[in-house]
């Protein structure tokens, strides 16, 4: 991807295809595999919502579920990993298709790169943020270690996984997020007298617009920096582990087509690899041994995806 596409604000991709198949598949193709994997991932952030829900309402807290920045995380994660399941869904269904130039990169897959760049941005940010700054003994238990740990934990192992495409100039995504939250929203809400949890007059006590505004501007613009410098570490990851898998998919291409090549050059074979072993021999019949060639090919492609990482040809003695 050359540097003018990486540094734009737009969702015009030329792979779509990417959005809805795994960074290390043999090919972008519907997966059985990575289709369990979106619905395993989105039952996890759908069950984290549920259980965030039922933690404020225990505590009697429900009437102010939605005004925690916390809590936009949980359901921009719920709602990101279910769409995301059923995108796949439908592509390994067959209802999504990208052999017309008229279908590439359609709105809601635009709508869903949106998501995912909100979502992992803002849950590794407070995986980094809350616990330094706004945790509260009071808040330990398994529900603030699924919305403040789990939640940035999972985008991480998500990252490593998908196919998405990186983009520094998706950067004013998560800026804008963060400047509408500390400054349409939370300002607004403190000014006007709104309270949080515990009645006081703001929502987290770093956020305090009436009683403490120089530190609480502070904070706003350290948010909105750190979710912008979060966005560029996880596009340089996401770049870095397409550039592992490009070279990975080289070597392995360029060890297969040497392969081929001995198989030509020699009239038999011994393949070798980690703790296994095919022999195949080849007679020095033309027509039986183009037949065992191609049974040696369908043992290679199968060898392949067994992730064997190495082997080696040596001729057999007649």
Not at 271 to 284: A, E, G, T, V
Request: proline residues 3%; contains cysteine; aromatic residues 18%.
């Amino acid at each position: 991807m050359n540097c003018n596409k990486q540094l734009n604000f737009g969702f015009e991709y030329e792979a779509p295809e990417s959005f809805v198949t795994s960074e290390w598949q043999n090919e972008r193709r519907p997966s059985v595999k990575y289709l369990i994997y979106r619905w395993i991932l989105s039952i996890y952030f759908n069950f984290v919502l549920v259980f965030s829900i039922y933690t404020a309402a225990e505590c009697k807290q429900l009437e102010f579920y939605l005004i925690y920045l916390t809590n936009w995380n949980v359901m921009l994660n719920a709602i990101t990993s279910l769409f995301g399941a059923i995108l796949v869904t439908f592509y390994y269904k067959g209802k999504i298709s990208f052999e017309n130039e008229e279908n590439r990169m359609p709105m809601s897959f635009k709508i869903y790169w949106l998501l995912t760049t909100l979502s992992a941005v803002v849950s590794i940010l407070f995986s980094c943020v809350y616990w330094p700054l706004i945790y509260t003994e009071r808040d330990k238990g398994l529900n603030d270690a699924l919305t403040h740990v789990g939640n940035g934990i999972v985008f991480l192992i998500d990252i490593l996984a998908n196919a998405h495409p990186p983009r520094y100039g998706h950067f004013v995504y998560p800026l804008s997020f963060g400047v509408f939250y500390c400054y349409f929203f939370s300002l607004p809400y403190t000014l006007l007298g709104g309270v949080n949890r515990d009645y006081n007059n703001y929502i987290y006590s770093v956020l305090d617009w009436k009683n403490d505004t120089q530190n609480a501007i502070i904070f706003a613009l350290s948010t909105v920096a750190f979710l912008v410098f979060m966005h560029f570490v996880l596009t340089f990851l996401t770049g870095t582990k397409k550039f592992v898998h490009k070279k990975i998919k080289s070597r392995r291409s360029e060890t297969n087509e040497t392969m081929s090549d001995n198989q030509y050059d020699n009239p038999s074979f011994k393949i070798c690899k980690r703790k296994k072993k095919f022999i195949i021999k080849i007679s020095n019949s033309e027509e039986h041994a183009r037949k065992k060639m191609l049974k040696l090919e369908y043992l290679t492609i199968e060898d392949n995806h067994s992730n064997f990482t190495h082997f080696s040809c040596v001729e057999m003695k007649h």
